[in-house]
């Protein structure tokens, strides 16, 4: 007869063959071993690697900043988020309108202005097709 499922103790094969996690006995801590996800994807996303170092050299990056920084969308520069100018403080473009970059984002700030001026015609000619109507029919039942 078969142990009872609670004493049986699922086999593991040694770390390394298949295994992401690491044995019970092999420390958490400590140097990491090749295998070590940061030292096996060694030399991939080069692409990404490059646009993050040339990132860093943008302006006011080196200043440091906050959580809420944003970047201006020209040179790429950090802006503070209290930043009360109307110009970039680094190239002078204008940060008009109503999106903000930050690190991985674009925001918008404000709703998009309504389409109700652009759809007035539109709802205008629809009422009077029907209002015309409403009249042919009432002349025709007479």
């Known amino acids: 007869m078969d142990e009872p499922r609670?004493?049986?103790?699922?086999e593991r094969a040694?770390?390394?063959a298949g295994d992401p996690q690491p044995s019970?006995?092999?420390p958490s801590f400590g140097r990491m071993s090749d295998r070590h996800w940061s030292r096996a994807r060694a030399g991939t996303n080069q692409e990404a690697l490059e646009y993050y170092r040339e990132r860093s050299k943008a302006p006011g990056v080196a200043e440091g900043g906050a959580e809420r920084n944003f970047y201006c969308m020209q040179c790429d520069g950090v802006i503070p988020f209290e930043h009360a100018g109307e110009?970039?403080?680094h190239c002078g473009?204008?940060?008009a309108g109503m999106s903000k970059r930050y690190?991985?984002?674009?925001?918008i700030n404000?709703?998009?202005k309504s389409d109700a001026r652009a759809l007035l015609p539109v709802g205008l000619a629809g009422l009077a097709v029907v209002a015309a109507i409403a009249v042919l029919v009432w002349y025709l039942s007479r």
Not at 6 to 10: D, I, L, M, V
Not at 103 to 107: C, D
């Open 87 to 89: 110009v970039c403080p």
């Open 103 to 107: 690190f991985n984002w674009v925001e």
């Open 24 to 26: 019970a006995n092999e």
């Open 93 to 95: 473009v204008a940060l």
């Open 110 to 112: 404000e709703p998009p």
């Open 14 to 16: 040694p770390h390394g």
């Open 6 to 10: 609670e004493a049986r103790k699922p």
